[in-house]
C-alpha cells in the first residue's frame, strides 16, 4: 500500500503519516520524489484500512501496489534512483564504470590495474578478496588481506571500491573497508545475507542469479529496500542457458525491463555474462544502447597470468579503447561518461 501526501503537505504531517503506520505494526518507507512524497506500507499481512489513511492530514490518496515487490517498484517512485558512492553517481546522466581485476591477487597487481583503469576512465575500483568459487579447492581470495589492498588502491587513485560479501558473517568487515558491497550472483537468494545488506550502510550491488526470473531479481532487491537500504543498484551478468557459444547468455532485454517496471539503477557485467575477452566490448557498447547506467569490467595487466577469470579480462588498452567507444555512443542516448 502506498499512501501518497498531498504536494503541500507539511514535515510534521508526513511525520503523523509515518506514526500512523507504526503504530499498527507496519513499516513506513518515506520516499521523497520530485512533486510529492510518498509512504510506502509494508509488514501488512493482510490488508491495510485505506480509510483510516485517506483521512490524516496531508493524505492525498492511498493506493494498492500491483505488482509483489513494493518499494523497488515505479508504481511506489516514478522517479529514477540515483545512488551516490562518493562523488560517484550511479542512475543519473553520468555513466557508472567499474573496473578491475576478478580477484584481488597482491598489492602490486591490484595496484597497477587500478592505476591503469584509472588512467583509461573508470570511476569505481572492482574486485574480490572472498571469492565464490564452484571448487573448495580452488583460491578463495585473500580476505581481509585482500580488502586492506584494495583500500591502499582507493588511497591512491580516489576511486571508492566495490566488493563482494559472501556471508553475513564478512558483512561487518567488508562493510567498513567497501565504498560498495557486492551481492554475486550465487547468493541472490541468500535471503539472509540480503537482510543484512539491507541493514547495511553502504549502497548494494546486487547481480542477477545464475537462473533468476526478472520478479526474482526484483523481489530480491526488495530485501533490502525493505530492511531500509534504498542505495541498490541491480546488475545483470548473464544468465544460463543452452547457448554454448559464451560462459553465460547477457540478457541484455532485462534492462529496459528493469527499467519499465523499477526505479533502480541497473548495470550490465559483460565480463561474466559472456565469459570471453573478444566479446566484452561489443556487449558493453549494446549496454549502453539499451539504457544500463553503466558497467562493471574485468580487467587485468596480464589476464593470461590472472589467477581467475583472466580469458574474459580485458587488457588496460582494451579498456581505454572501449571508454573512448563508449564516450561517443553516450550522448546519443542523452548521457555523459
Ligand atoms: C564477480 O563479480 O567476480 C563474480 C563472482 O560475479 P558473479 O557473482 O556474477 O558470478
Ligand atoms: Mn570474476
Known sequence: MLVVMRQDATAEQIAGVVRAIEARGFKAHAIPGAQRTAIGITGNRGAVDRPVFKSLPGVLEVIPVSHAYKLVSREVKPENT????????????????????????????????????????????????????????????????????????????????????????????????????????RNMQNFSLLKRCGKARKPVLLKRGLAATLEEFLMSAEYMLAEGNYDVILCERGVRTFSDFSRNTLDLAVVPAVKALSHLPILVDPSHGTGRRDKVAPMSRGAVAVGADGLILEVHHDPDAALLDGPQSITPPQFEGLVRELRQIAPILGRTL
Not at 564504470?97 to 584509472?118: D, F, K, M, Y
Not at 573448495?136 to 591502499?152: D, K, M, T
Open 82 to 185: 540515483v545512488v551516490r558512492v562518493g562523488e560517484v553517481t550511479i542512475g543519473g546522466d553520468r555513466l557508472a564504470i567499474a573496473a578491475g581485476p576478478c580477484a584481488v591477487e597482491s598489492l602490486e597487481q591490484t595496484l597497477t590495474v587500478a592505476r591503469a583503469v584509472r588512467r583509461g576512465g573508470a570511476n569505481l575500483l572492482r574486485g574480490g578478496a572472498f571469492k565464490p568459487r564452484t571448487s573448495p579447492y580452488s583460491f578463495q581470495g585473500l580476505g581481509e588481506e585482500g580488502l586492506r589492498i584494495l583500500a591502499a588502491a582507493r588511497e591512491e587513485t580516489g576511486l571508492p571500491i566495490v566488493t563482494e560479501a559472501l556471508d553475513t558473517e564478512s558483512v561487518d568487515l567488508v562493510e567498513r573497508y567497501a565504498d560498495v558491497i557486492q551481492v554475486g550472483a
